[in-house]
């Protein structure tokens, strides 16, 4: 057997690009690292391995613990996580999704071409950097009362449908029509509640985004052109959350856990990990609260899209519709959803890791957490929109300010090896202090202006520093490996023309 | 008293010493003012007071460092140069009183920290006093 020894865990080759740390100590389940041998390389540097080894203590985690290829170290819960747990006798773990609940990423198609933005680009950057909101304290697109926000939290886009901030074809092309049903906006604080309302419709820092970029390569003529995906054409892609919202009700309940379940919390190994028990009053409270906070993460990518419409009208003098500014798909990838998967199940009723050991399969109700992840479900699943159900579902891979992102349909492979989940970005390689030591913000930015054509405008040189794209492991790879497994395929790559960031 | 930020891939780390208790909350407070800003200019805003209460130190340094990141967001002021006092009650808990520098946003280059959070988090006492160990999301 082809073993990788990666310090204190051997990880043992199951079959190309599948690695398992099998069951030992006080891991309920194994863990499995979906990765070449140059990622698992790089996911091997730092705790991401030992922190996936800790989320399959996690109670009721189903059939293994999973890091996808763009993993890396995160708090409790590795980033490029996913864990599955029973929804009758497992836990739902605040730890396991995240404090940026439903940080996503959504992509508007155009009929533009690269030609109708070239010579134009600062005036484009210049014009969208001045019309959205980013970094700290920069405000909202919408300020509001804490009335407006709970209509937020409690019907997501159909909120900004009726305040004219979308149209019903949006609704059709997000993931739940741009509305959790479960949303409970008297679960969330009202700290939560005072972070959010100066918040709607705003990037934040870090690693968020709004990038105008251009089709440069096609990999599936059929699915790209029900995408809406001509080479040469304009997207923008956006990448944000639930701002100070998300966060606070992460903390709040993390928090509630550690006073109500100290006995659970206890025997996990990192207090991150922070579970309630399925079925427990808190678990039942917490999954109405993320999924309002999901609801206020849509409504913020949405306004920030039609934002960006107008700013389009402005900058090219036409009407949005005539550029044909559609939405093509909204992804979230910090996120937990009860869901029913087939498990593979032996002899004596114990979930298999592998389909050969199956005797039969069971349908079972599980809380799939993905913290960096993305959902990636194949043609023909009742859950993908009517819109693309005979593609699958759409999954964006957004890489580094300088290299590709990546559009990609749910693989038939998903639901068999990754409770229908694919990575979710390119994952960072380098700590943001030593990108800091490593890259000065200005020399970033007129690198990538004069190599690459590509316009960045920011309101911190550090963030600019700490999102160069030498701190990005390889989009390319992730997103080689994902295809190759058949969990997620490659559709579209694009190439970034314009970023704004915080 | 003082605090280094210290390598996370992802996120970014204080660690932090101080004499006593309080100066240790008040060395984690500047780094994660340090994590949001390089250069944080002096005399500019007002000082802010604020209190909090937990049932454990650990805890305790968990709420304030959140309820610094709830402050900066609705006074729309960057938390910085903080001063804190630690006691603890007959009943069994713990209290932090606070004040710092509320630097708006508009005379600071900053950037945001998400939040505070439990992971790999040390608060130890050691030959000189107190040492605590940090991770920030960004």
Same mark, same amino acid.
Request: charged share 25%; with cysteine; hydrophobic share 35%.
């Given at each position: 057997?082809?073993?990788y020894d990666?310090?204190?865990?051997t990880?043992?080759?199951?079959?190309d690009?599948?690695w398992? *740390?099998?069951?030992?100590?006080?891991?309920?389940?194994?863990?499995?690292?979906?990765?070449?041998?140059?990622?698992?390389e790089?996911?091997?540097?730092?705790?991401?391995?030992?922190?996936?080894?800790?989320?399959?203590?996690?109670?009721?985690?189903?059939?293994?613990?999973?890091?996808?290829?763009d993993?890396?170290?995160?708090?409790?819960?590795?980033?490029?996580?996913?864990?599955?747990? %029973?929804?009758?006798? &497992?836990?739902l773990s605040?730890?396991?999704v995240?404090?940026?609940?439903?940080?996503?990423?959504?992509?508007?198609?155009?009929?533009?071409?690269?030609?109708?933005?070239?010579?134009?680009?600062?005036?484009?950057?210049?014009?969208?950097?001045?019309?959205?909101p980013?970094?700290? &304290?920069?405000?909202?697109?919408?300020?509001?009362?804490i009335?407006?926000?709970?209509?937020?939290?409690?019907?997501g886009?159909?909120?900004?449908?009726?305040? %004219?901030?979308?149209?019903?074809? %949006?609704?059709?092309?997000?993931?739940?029509?741009?509305?959790?049903?479960?949303?409970?906006?008297?679960?969330i604080?009202?700290?939560?509640?005072?972070?959010?309302?100066?918040?709607?419709?705003?990037?934040g820092s870090?690693?968020?985004?709004?990038e105008?970029?251009?089709?440069?390569? *096609?990999?599936?003529?059929g699915?790209a052109?029900?995408?809406?995906?001509?080479? %040469?054409?304009?997207?923008?892609? *956006?990448?944000?959350?639930?701002?100070?919202?998300?966060?606070?009700?992460?903390?709040?309940?993390?928090?509630?856990?550690?006073k109500?379940h100290?006995?659970?919390?206890?025997?996990?190994?990192?207090?991150?990990?922070?579970?309630?028990?399925?079925?427990?009053?808190?678990?039942?409270e917490y999954y109405?609260?993320?999924?309002?906070?999901?609801?206020?993460?849509?409504?913020?990518?949405?306004?920030?899209?039609?934002?960006?419409?107008?700013?389009?009208?402005?900058?090219?003098?036409?009407?949005w519709?005539?550029?044909?500014?559609?939405?093509?798909?909204?992804?979230?990838?910090n *996120?937990?959803?009860k869901?029913?998967?087939q498990?593979?199940?032996?002899?004596d009723?114990?979930?298999?890791?592998?389909?050969?050991?199956?005797?039969?399969?069971?349908?079972?109700?599980?809380?799939?957490?993905?913290?960096g992840?993305t959902?990636?479900?194949?043609?023909?699943?009742?859950?993908?929109?009517?819109?693309?159900?005979?593609?699958?579902?759409?999954?964006?891979?957004?890489?580094?300010?300088g290299?590709?992102?990546?559009?990609?349909?749910?693989?038939?492979?998903?639901?068999?090896?990754?409770?229908?989940?694919?990575a979710?970005g390119?994952?960072?390689?380098?700590?943001?202090?030593?990108?800091?030591?490593e890259?000065?913000?200005?020399?970033?930015?007129?690198?990538?202006r004069?190599?690459?054509?590509?316009?960045?405008?920011a309101?911190?040189?550090?963030?600019?520093?700490e999102?160069?794209?030498g701190?990005?492991?390889d989009?390319?790879?992730?997103?080689?490996?994902?295809d190759?497994?058949?969990?997620?395929?490659?559709v579209?790559?694009?190439?970034?023309?314009?970023?704004?960031?915080? | 008293?003082?605090?280094?930020?210290r390598?996370?891939t992802?996120?970014?780390?204080?660690?932090?010493?101080?004499g006593?208790?309080g100066e240790?909350?008040?060395?984690?407070a500047?780094?994660l !003012?340090?994590?949001?800003c390089?250069?944080?200019?002096?005399?500019?805003?007002?000082?802010?007071?604020?209190s909090?209460?937990?049932?454990?130190?650990?805890?305790?340094?968990?709420?304030?460092?959140?309820?610094?990141?709830?402050e900066?967001?609705?006074?729309?002021v960057?938390?910085?140069?903080?001063?804190?006092t630690? !006691?603890?009650?007959?009943?069994?808990?713990?209290r932090?009183?606070?004040?710092?520098?509320?630097?708006?946003?508009?005379a600071?280059?900053?950037?945001?920290?998400?939040?505070?959070?439990?992971?790999?988090?040390?608060?130890?006492? !050691?030959?000189?006093?107190?040492?605590?160990?940090?991770?920030?999301?960004?």
């Amino acid at each position: 057997m082809t073993t990788y020894d990666a310090g204190d865990v051997t990880l043992e080759k199951v079959r190309d690009f599948v690695w398992e *740390i099998p069951k030992q100590g006080d891991m309920r389940v194994p863990a499995r690292v979906f990765a070449s041998e140059a990622l698992l390389e790089e996911i091997s540097d730092d705790k991401t391995l030992e922190q996936l080894r800790n989320a399959t203590q996690l109670p009721g985690i189903t059939k293994y613990a999973i890091c996808m290829p763009d993993g890396h170290q995160g708090y409790g819960f590795p980033v490029g996580g996913v864990g599955a747990m %029973d929804a009758r006798n &497992g836990c739902l773990s605040p730890g396991a999704v995240g404090y940026d609940i439903n940080c996503g990423v959504r992509m508007m198609t155009t009929s533009l071409t690269y030609d109708d933005v070239r010579g134009r680009e600062q005036e484009l950057v210049d014009a969208l950097f001045a019309n959205v909101p980013s970094g700290l &304290g920069g405000g909202g697109i919408f300020e509001g009362t804490i009335g407006d926000v709970e209509a937020i939290l409690a019907d997501g886009v159909e909120w900004a449908l009726r305040n %004219d901030w979308a149209v019903t074809e %949006d609704l059709e092309h997000c993931e739940d029509e741009g509305k959790r049903p479960d949303a409970d906006p008297s679960a969330i604080s009202q700290k939560a509640k005072d972070r959010g309302k100066n918040q709607v419709g705003s990037l934040g820092s870090g690693n968020h985004f709004l990038e105008v970029q251009r089709v440069t390569d *096609i990999y599936d003529d059929g699915v790209a052109a029900e995408y809406g995906l001509e080479p %040469d054409r304009l997207v923008v892609l *956006i990448h944000c959350g639930s701002r100070g919202l998300g966060h606070q009700t992460c903390n709040d309940y993390l928090r509630r856990i550690e006073k109500t379940h100290a006995g659970m919390l206890d025997r996990l190994p990192d207090k991150e990990l922070a579970a309630a028990p399925a079925g427990s009053q808190l678990a039942e409270e917490y999954y109405g609260a993320m999924c309002a906070a999901i609801n206020f993460a849509w409504v913020n990518r949405q306004l920030i899209m039609h934002r960006t419409r107008q700013v389009f009208e402005q900058v090219f003098d036409r009407d949005w519709r005539d550029m044909e500014m559609h939405l093509l798909y909204d992804v979230a990838h910090n *996120i937990a959803k009860k869901e029913h998967h087939q498990v593979g199940v032996d002899a004596d009723g114990e979930v298999v890791t592998d389909d050969e050991h199956a005797v039969e399969y069971e349908t079972r109700e599980l809380y799939v957490h993905r913290k960096g992840a993305t959902r990636a479900f194949p043609a023909g699943h009742e859950e993908v929109p009517s819109a693309y159900r005979a593609v699958g579902q759409p999954v964006i891979i957004p890489g580094s300010m300088g290299a590709g992102s990546y559009v990609l349909s749910g693989g038939e492979r998903s639901l068999h090896e990754t409770f229908g989940s694919t990575a979710h970005g390119a994952g960072r390689l380098m700590s943001r202090t030593q990108a800091k030591n490593e890259y000065w913000g200005g020399d970033v930015r007129t690198d990538l202006r004069e190599q690459n054509q590509v316009y960045v405008k920011a309101q911190s040189g550090a963030t600019v520093a700490e999102e160069a794209p030498g701190v990005y492991k390889d989009v390319d790879e992730v997103v080689r490996v994902s295809d190759a497994l058949g969990i997620g395929d490659r559709v579209a790559r694009t190439f970034p023309v314009c970023n704004i960031k915080g | 008293m003082s605090f280094e930020l210290r390598e996370h891939t992802a996120d970014v780390a204080v660690e932090a010493t101080g004499g006593r208790l309080g100066e240790l909350f008040a060395a984690v407070a500047d780094g994660l !003012t340090a994590a949001q800003c390089d250069d944080v200019p002096a005399g500019v805003g007002d000082r802010f007071e604020l209190s909090v209460r937990s049932e454990s130190r650990e805890s305790l340094l968990f709420d304030y460092l959140d309820e610094l990141v709830y402050e900066r967001d609705v006074r729309g002021v960057l938390p910085a140069d903080h001063d804190a006092t630690v !006691t603890a009650a007959a009943d069994g808990t713990w209290r932090v009183d606070a004040s710092a520098h509320g630097v708006p946003f508009d005379a600071v280059d900053a950037r945001e920290v998400k939040a505070v959070t439990y992971s790999e988090m040390t608060v130890e006492e !050691t030959d000189d006093g107190w040492r605590a160990y940090v991770v920030f999301d960004v």
